[in-house]
């Protein structure tokens, strides 16, 4: 077990005054490909915006002209239900049109590349592309080619920048405040596999949130030395295999899915072991501050990560960071939308 | 504050009280009224309004806010997209006459978004419009109901509003426009 200590100096989240008076946004990013490249006024921002995207989501119709004749097309080569309608109805809410393409059913199967498949949506049309592949950096060669704005939904297991920032919105809108500063947040389970992980680690540390990985030591594996490199950068993480040490006082804790599809054999004994060890059980939670909250990227394998009754409990956050992924993916099409095109 | 002061706090708010008494007078009483700004400085003009006529009427009308941001027909033409500032309507529309109230009527494009938007909310019985300022230079067929003050400018002037809820200080300011000051909202 290695845990790396917190400098004692808590970080500086700079406190971002609301936007100027009759400025346009500050927002100069063409692509939003991870979070990693978004300063803490970017993220703020997106916050902002999303906020105004909600009580767009509020009203008797909860549609706005502000993306008509904007051609988004969805692009995933690997299965999604939540993110792939999430970002469909978020585009569909700012009157954008949205073209879908399963990559199971498309001329990818016959073997067409990428850069070719990007190349012909492009000419079909598409403005925004929303791309998620299973090749970590997929997104980034796709920024390459294509002409308007490409935003990753999730690429192997490198990032899941929408993923990130709602949850951050999730989190800073139950905070007392809104304020992470100091909160200890858990990101407990497949940590290796997952995007979700990497893209909030991110976002949470700028927040100033005492984020804990906790995990198998098998699915830890790289982000001990993350957590020392990144310590000097100013990322501080603990990491730990002892699901006790990183539940006791947990203000959130935030359950990872075993991504059974990319587990290389011998990392896991079985899941039912897994399930045993670090499964999120209401006697865990309990090893938690009384009002913590349960969160999960989903879908879920309820009883394997997460028990079904700690899933739909009081304290889960589950549904409404599915509801908040609508507003933070409309707040980023419109952010986006605002840049030229090359 | 620089440029041609063409309103003191006085003329703003004897201006904002008289608009209050034909308000009143023109819907005959204060039954089925609500009066909603357009953000930004349209709300505090529409609150200024509400007030006064609380005052003569012994009557709270419902004040709401509305940015127009998504309605607009620049949205693809600006080089940023603007910050959205928010819309708060916490009264039923359908069926109330609903006076929007602005601080600059120019071009009429805000108020064209303005419509639009409303509807979203419900069908009221009618719209109508209340600005301190009218500049002139209509690119749409609209006019103003109520109108503090006509102003004849030319295209190349901007108008400026300065209220104390927002700018902390009143007046209203006619000035040559310098690249700098382009507005990023379509003033109007």
Redesign the interface.
């Known amino acids: 077990m290695t845990v790396i200590d917190r400098a004692d100096t808590a970080i500086e989240v700079p406190i971002v005054d609301s ?9 100069n990013h063409r692509h939003l490909l991870d979070v990693d490249v978004l300063s803490w006024a970017d993220i703020e ?1 997106v916050m ?2 999303t ?2 995207m909600r ?2 989501l509020a ?3 909860a ?5 008509r ?2 051609n988004v097309t969805i692009l995933f080569y690997e299965a999604s239900t939540r993110t792939r309608v999430s970002f469909e109805v978020a585009a569909k809410n ?1 009157s954008a049109d949205v073209v879908n393409i399963a990559a199971a059913t498309s001329s990818v199967t016959k073997g067409e590349s990428l850069i070719d498949t990007v190349r012909t949506v492009e000419a079909l049309g598409a403005q925004m592309l929303v791309i998620r592949h299973p090749a970590s950096g997929a997104p980034y060669l796709a920024a390459e080619t294509f002409g308007g704005s490409v935003l990753n939904g999730g690429d192997g297991w490198h990032a899941h920048p929408t993923q990130a920032l709602l949850d951050l919105y999730t989190l800073r809108s139950r905070f007392a405040g809104g304020s992470l500063t100091g909160r200890k947040i858990v990101i407990l389970g497949d940590v290796l596999h997952s995007r979700v992980a990497r893209s909030n680690l991110w976002t949470l540390t700028a927040a100033g949130a005492d984020v804990w990985l906790c995990g198998p030591a098998t699915l830890l594996r790289g982000f001990e030395a993350w957590a020392i490199r990144g310590a000097a950068a100013g990322v501080r993480f603990h990491v730990t295999t002892s699901i006790a040490e990183a539940l006791r006082g947990a203000d959130a804790v935030m359950a990872l899915r075993i991504q059974k599809e990319r587990m290389a054999a011998g990392l896991l004994p079985s899941l039912r072991e897994y399930a045993a060890r670090y499964g999120l059980t209401r006697e865990r939670l309990a090893l938690a501050r009384p009002e913590a909250f349960v969160m999960h990227p989903g879908p879920m394998n309820e009883g394997v990560e997460i028990a079904p009754d700690v899933a739909a409990g009081s304290q889960s956050l589950i549904e409404e960071q599915v509801r908040n992924g609508v507003a933070v993916r409309m707040a980023l099409l ?2 986006l ?4 095109p090359r | 504050m620089t440029g041609r002061q063409i309103m003191t706090a006085d003329e703003i708010r004897r201006a904002t009280i008289r608009i209050s008494h034909e308000i009143v007078e023109k819907q005959a009483g204060t039954a089925g009224l609500a009066l909603v700004g357009i953000q ?1 400085r349209g709300v505090p003009l529409a609150r200024r309004i509400a007030e006064s006529i609380a005052e003569n009427e012994g009557v709270d009308v419902p004040v709401g806010a509305l ?1 127009i ?3 607009r027909d620049d ?2 033409l ?11 309507l916490p009264f039923d529309l359908n069926g109330s006459t609903i006076v929007l109230v602005d601080d600059v009527l120019y071009t009429g494009r805000t108020i064209r978004a303005a419509m ?2 409303l509807v ?3 069908r009221p019985q009618a719209i109508r419009l209340a600005v301190l300022v009218d500049r002139g230079h209509r690119e749409l067929p609209i006019r103003a109901d109520h109108v503090g003050k006509n102003v004849p400018t030319s295209r190349e002037e901007v108008v400026r509003v300065h209220l104390e809820e ?1 700018d902390g200080e009143e007046g209203v300011l006619i000035d040559r426009a310098t690249e700098s000051v382009a ?3 379509p003033v109007g």
């Open positions: 936007p100027p008076d009759e400025q346009p946004v500050a927002w921002l902002h915006t906020d105004a009580e767009v009203r008797p119709i549609k706005v002209p502000a993306l004749g904007r700012l419109y952010l939308a605002g840049v030229r | 930004r940015d941001t998504f309605y949205l693809s600006v080089a940023q997209q603007p910050v959205v500032k928010g819309t708060d639009d938007a979203d909310f419900g927002i507005p990023a909202t």
